[in-house]
Every structure is written in C-alpha cells, then in structure tokens.
C-alpha cells in the first residue's frame, strides 16, 4: 500500500494514536510531526487542510501585498529616481487567478505532504464524545489510544448591527475575495490585519479611512513602533483615526454609509464603497461539544490549557493549539506550528521545551512593515526591569537613505544585562527580525551581539550599530 493509500484507508471504529480536530497550521503541524515519531494520525477537518492562513488569510494577503509592493515601487521609480514609469491599470483577475494559483499549489504541497508521512485526513465535522473518542459527521467514531488534540482555529469577530451579509459590508476573511477593487474602502480596526488591509487598498488606489478605537495603531506593540507606522501611512495618504469609534453603519447605495466618533467627541460621516472589519478574531468552538469530554471555555472563549509546558487542558490527554490557546499563546501560524511540534512530542513521549511566547516575532506586512520580538519598553519597565534604549532611524545608514522610507530600530535591554525586545518599522523589517529573534531567546547582551559585524550597506546593519551603541561602542549614532 502506497503512503496516499494509507492516509485514506481508514474507516469509522478506527482505534488510532492521536486525533487530531481540526487541519489549519497548528493541525496539519501536530499530524505531521505526530507521524514522523512513528503514531498513527487521523486528522479531520471539515473544510480544507491548510485552515485560515492558507485559504483566507496570511498567504492570499501576502500574496496580494506583493501585487502592491509592484504598484508601489512604480511610483516610486517615477516620482524618486526619474525612472519614466507609469502604471496603465491593474488587472484584478490576472491578480486574482496569480494569488489563487499560489494558494492552490500550496495547498497541494501540504495534501501531499500528509499523504507522503501516511497521516489519515478524514473529511467531516467533528465533535468529542468522550475523553478519548471522536465521532466525524458522515463517517463514524474513532478512538485514541494516546490523545486528542484541539485545533480547530478561529474566525473573525463581528459587530452586532451590521449587515456582515451585504458584499459592502466584509470581514477580513472575505475581503481578499470581494469583486473588484473598491474606489474606497473604510477600515475598522487598527490591529496588524487592519492596518494590513488598510495599507493593501491605499496601494491599489482606494481612498482609505483607517478608524482603531484604541488611541494608536498596532496597540500591543511598543508605542514608537505605532508612532512611526501611523507616520508612514499617513504619508501614503491614509486617513488616520485613533482613539475613535463607529457608531453605525449601514449599506447607502452601492455603498456604506458610516457614522465615526472621534478622539474629540465629534460626530464625523464617513462614506465608502466597502466597510471592511478588522476588528480581531474569535476561538471556533460551534460544535465541538467540549462538554461531552468534561472540558468548557474560558470567559473569553478559549480553552485555555492545565499545563502550558505540555499545552494539555484539564482533562489529560486532551491538548490544545493555535487559536483555541488564550493569551500568552499570540493566534500566530508560526507559533502554531511551534505549539504542534511541542505537542506532538509530548505524545511521542518525547522530552519537550514549552514555547517561549516572548520569543515569537511579530510582524505587520504593510508598508511601513513593523517587526518586534519580546518585550516592549513599558511591559520591560512594568516588570520593574532597570531598562536602557537605544534607538537609530534606518535613515541614518547608508542603505536606509536608498529606500527613502524612513523606520528605526529600537532596542530594549537590562542595564549591563540581556536584551528583552527589539523593534523594527521600515521597508523588508520582516525579513531583518530573525536576527533579533535570536538575540532575545538566547539572552544575549548588546556586548554580545556588538562583536559581530553587518555588512554594509544594508537596512540590517543598523541593528548592528543600534547594539553597538548600547555597547557604548557607538559609530554614526549621535
């Protein structure tokens, strides 16, 4: 029997090793992993493996966010370095049928690697019906002999009053696959997919209007990190509004028509072709029945763990990952992939790390980019760490000044100790964090990283000069 014939050939009353519920990343993470330890897999997963990242969110919008780094820099070529340039149209269903085919082939890829490690994907919904048996809808019960694992994802949260069925009216699962390219868009919520989805738009010529209710964008991030990204996108012709609320909204036309108040208190109409919420995600628990397992959510939804070292809920056996975890867990694909190898090793019996959460990057892929890692400088002095900062525009080196785009470095370490945060805004940031993903999840101190040299002239090197500083080593910092 070939490993595709394996993976299918599984009936209901199966007494496999692991289940798991539930195919996006932290799913297909634990299955693969689970397999490769030598358990028996049966995966279920009612929709298509790959979850929400793969089909709705982080590859089809990065994808497109590439479409607009291309826009952009044609601007750039014309308006900066005389490159007589113009852009004649975008073609939305060239666009469309591109980031379709990107999903598609990565979709693919993780089919065939389940099949290839012999994992069974059985297609249902599933629902618990013991500590240890499932029942998957249209198929039967299954039984396992080590555990159970929750992975069933998340959706996007919605507001009571509005019509979330009208194509004005569209959630940031379902914006990416609207029709056509709105002339303007009003985004409601600041968080990393808003201001994603904002900076999205504003590139394929949509007018944007960008309303967070807290009083700054990214507001988990550090506060420099929300001043300098509301800087940029207010540059590119964003329309910035913090501290500000929607009161109502309803379709008008071929339209939304939206009532704002602002950080003043004044009552501002906004109207716009589409009226996109962003305004964070929920835990998916319909159907689960958590009950028939002796498990429930917390107040917020999750179902938050016993034991964070093994990811385990109270009832042993029973694990959990990706976004069914509360808070410290972040609702990341990278750290759900994380969270399946440490719960597939933990039933392989394997000796396991917990994930350090505080070594998890971050990253909010528009233009301006930010990327962090740790902590930021008021959560480090509200642990009463003694704090000292360094900070360097991306201006300041030579290769900043090429890209014209502004950004800085801000680095957040102990006095004469380790380092607890880095901070980066500016043009590729998410491909510069790894670095500081090290540095912070191995404790090293600015010494320790100063010794080491960036090449020059990159955007990294003024990470390097940003530690050199703190080393009191300083070249170009004044």
């Not at 029997?1 to 990343?25: L, N, Q, R, S």
């Not at 975008?90 to 290839?116: F, K, M, Y």
Request: aromatic share 2%; charged share 20%; hydrophobic share 45%.
């Amino acid at each position: 029997m070939t490993a595709a014939e394996a993976a299918t050939a599984v009936t209901a009353g199966t007494v496999t090793d692991v289940i798991v519920i539930g195919g996006g990343t932290g799913g297909y993470s634990t299955a693969l992993r689970a397999a490769a330890l030598g358990l028996d897999v049966v995966l279920a997963e009612r929709d298509k493996v790959g979850g929400t990242c793969l089909h709705r969110g982080c590859i089809p919008s990065k994808a497109m966010l590439h479409a607009a780094e291309l826009v952009d820099g044609i601007a750039e070529a014309r308006e900066r370095w005389g490159v007589r340039a113009t852009l004649d149209s975008v073609d939305w269903p060239a666009l469309v049928a591109t980031r379709d085919d990107i999903v598609s082939r990565n979709h693919t890829g993780v089919e065939g690697h389940l099949a290839e490690a012999g994992v069974h994907v059985v297609r249902g919904s599933a629902r618990l019906t013991g500590t240890r048996t499932v029942r998957v809808d249209g198929v039967g019960d299954f039984t396992a002999r080590r555990g159970i694992v929750l992975a069933t994802g998340s959706r996007p949260r919605t507001l009571p009053g509005l019509d979330h069925g009208s194509p004005q009216i569209v959630t940031s699962d379902d914006a990416l696959f609207a029709p056509g390219l709105p002339g303007s868009v009003l985004v409601l919520g600041g968080g990393a997919i808003g201001v994603e989805y904002a900076s999205l738009h504003r590139s394929l010529g949509a007018d944007v209007t960008l309303v967070e209710a807290a009083d700054r964008l990214v507001p988990l991030e550090d506060t420099e990190v929300s001043r300098h990204l509301a800087r940029g996108l207010k540059k590119r012709g964003i329309e910035v509004q913090v501290g500000a609320r929607l009161v109502d909204a309803a379709v008008d036309g071929d339209g939304v028509r939206a009532t704002v108040r602002t950080a003043r208190g004044e009552s501002r109409t906004v109207r716009a072709e589409r009226l996109l919420v962003a305004v964070g995600r929920v835990p998916v628990t319909d159907g689960l029945d958590l009950a028939a397992a002796g498990l429930a959510t917390d107040g917020r939804g999750f179902v938050a763990p016993a034991d964070w070292s093994r990811l385990e809920s109270a009832v042993p056996g029973i694990h959990v990952v990706g976004d069914l975890l509360p808070p410290p867990a972040l609702g990341l694909a990278h750290a759900s992939f994380a969270e399946g190898l440490l719960v597939a090793e933990t039933l392989a019996g394997l000796r396991t790390l917990p994930v350090d959460y505080a070594a998890v990057p971050r990253v909010t892929y528009s233009s301006p980019q930010t990327a962090a890692v740790g902590l930021t400088e008021a959560e480090a002095r509200g642990l009463d760490h003694d704090v000292v900062v360094g900070t360097m525009p991306l201006t300041a080196v030579a290769k900043g000044m090429v890209h014209g785009r502004g950004g800085m470095v801000k680095v957040v370490a102990e006095r004469n100790g380790r380092v607890l945060g880095v901070h980066l805004v500016g043009p590729n940031v998410s491909e510069m964090i790894a670095e500081s993903q090290l540095i912070v999840g191995w404790d090293a101190e600015p010494s320790d990283v100063a010794q080491h040299i960036h090449a020059h002239p990159t955007l990294s090197e003024a990470v390097g000069e940003t530690f050199l500083g703190l080393a009191g080593r300083g070249l170009h910092q004044r």
